[in-house]
């Protein structure tokens, strides 16, 4: 199953009538809906996680449902009985429909199940399954649309990274041959690590939003780890060294180190 579970689901089975359970393929519940908790009295947050047959009303009624499912696994919706006990102790008789779900790569990853007390008349089991399958498959279209456009992504990426190194770099190289003073070298040096940087993991990691690093942080770190000292760093970025230090302090701790004895730039190299 992807990251999100059965989450994409969840929003059409809270909008129908009916008492509605998710149930992950070892038939825990993992979501009710809120006419389930109204129907059986349950609180959702302690039902979850517990198997489906706590609803049951005794053994027959559980080896009914696991049937149900059993069926609803082998392909079309399976519908069928049984009692179940609310938590107040009081048993009814419900109408239930059991959906099998998929994941992305057609595996067996869980359940819908239906419940309709006896009597009831609701929106018709035909149009929720038809509703739950419709849910399912535009959820797998997006799934797809989104792979397409990350691996576009990372293929631009890839293209841009080679022109970068192709029509770039070698012309940063040329300037270190010509007659450069000791600081525009060293301003030379820094513009090729940060273009080499550009597309590395460590870039990547402490612009994210984890980090939450600001653009002079960035610097900073990208200048320690190329191994400068406070005062080369200060003298770069035309600064004192008491506000490099400052920098260094607030890096440290949205790494998480603040006053561990542990190396920034080991730290630094190590985010990979």
Known sequence: MKKTGFDWCKPVLEKVSDAALLLDKDVKIIFANSSFLKLTGYDGKKIVGQSVEVVCASDKECKALREDL??????????????????????????????????????????????????????????????????????????????????????????????????????????????????????IDIT??????????????????????TPKEIQVATLIREGKTTKQIADIMKVTRSAIGLHRHHIRNKLGLGKAKVNLRSHLLSLQ
């Open 70 to 187: 059993e069926g609803a696994a082998n392909g079309a919706a399976s519908t069928g009985k049984i009692k179940i006990t609310r938590k107040d102790g009081t048993v009814i008789s419900s109408e239930i429909t059991c959906i099998a779900m998929k994941d992305e790569k057609e595996r067996p990853a869980g359940f819908t199940m239906i419940l309709r007390a006896s009597g009831e008349k609701k929106e018709s089991t035909k149009d929720l399954v038809a509703k739950v399958r419709g849910l399912e498959e535009m959820n797998g279209a997006l799934t797809k649309l989104i792979e397409k456009g990350e691996e576009e992504k990372s293929e631009m990426g890839d293209k841009i990274q080679s022109n970068v190194k192709e029509l770039v770099l070698p012309y940063l190289e040329k300037l270190k041959s010509t007659g450069l003073t000791t600081e525009q070298r060293t301003y």
């Open 192 to 213: 090729e690590t940060t273009v080499k940087n550009v597309f590395s993991a460590f870039l990547q990691k402490v612009t994210s939003k984890q980090y939450r690093f």
